[in-house]
């Protein structure tokens, strides 16, 4: 993820070891339009059109460096005027980026790592970006792993407890009521089977009539 896009170093590929040779570290360095939500709104448009199930897994600190530190003045409160406060809310491309997801069926999950540079020294940048990937992975029905805004020990228990979430999704099929226009209408997804827990999307797209 780097410039507001995605640069696919490896096509999907049922070859493990072949994906494996193209994961690398990450460069550490800045871009110039650093935005992990635009990021992935481009990966998902660009998702080729098939029938399998798409799920995401973004290791990122989730700040969106692009946008975060020019906060508008509707996130800053009635009280600006002259005074430039430098501490905005959670992401506006959080929201598009969970509902462009969900728009396309697309299961955002993430790894909280953090990042570099100043945004990646300041408290309040750590916790809204952590805070932004913890609304997307709920609304689309994933998961964030994180321990806080600490740097993880390691990835292995959370990438097995991720796996562990892919052995054991559903395909659900359900009617819904179209409306005048398409659009993204509200659900809810219950069991009666005790002590378990669902992680299912907050919104499906609806065609129109």
Not at 11 to 17: A, I, R
Not at 20 to 35: E, F, I, Q, Y
Not at 94 to 114: D, F, G, H, K, W
Request: neutral net charge; glycine residues 8%; aromatic residues 8%.
């Amino acid at each position: 993820m780097s410039n507001a896009g995605v640069n696919v170093v490896q096509n999907f590929t049922q070859d493990h070891e072949l994906a494996a040779k193209a994961v690398r570290l990450p460069r550490g360095a800045l871009s110039t339009a650093d935005s992990p939500y635009l990021s992935l709104i481009s990966l998902v448009k660009s998702w080729p059109q098939q029938n399998v199930r798409r799920v995401v897994l973004m290791i990122t600190d989730g700040i969106d460096r692009l946008r975060g530190e020019k906060p508008t003045p509707s996130q800053l409160g009635p009280s600006f005027g002259p005074v430039y406060h430098s501490m905005p809310s959670i992401s506006l491309d959080a929201t598009s980026a969970s509902e462009i997801s969900q728009r396309y069926n697309v299961i955002a999950n993430s790894l909280y790592s953090p990042g570099v540079g100043r945004a990646g020294r300041s408290s309040w940048d750590l916790q809204l970006g952590l805070s932004g990937l913890s609304k997307i992975a709920d609304e689309t029905g994933g998961e964030c792993y994180s321990l806080g805004t600490s740097n993880l020990v390691s990835f292995k228990p959370y990438l097995e407890q991720f796996q562990r979430a892919l052995d054991n999704q559903y395909y659900l099929v359900f009617l819904a009521v179209p409306g005048k226009k398409p659009g993204l209408q509200r659900v809810r997804i219950e069991t009666e089977v005790s002590n378990s827990d669902i992680a299912a999307p907050d919104n499906v797209w609806v065609a129109a009539k």
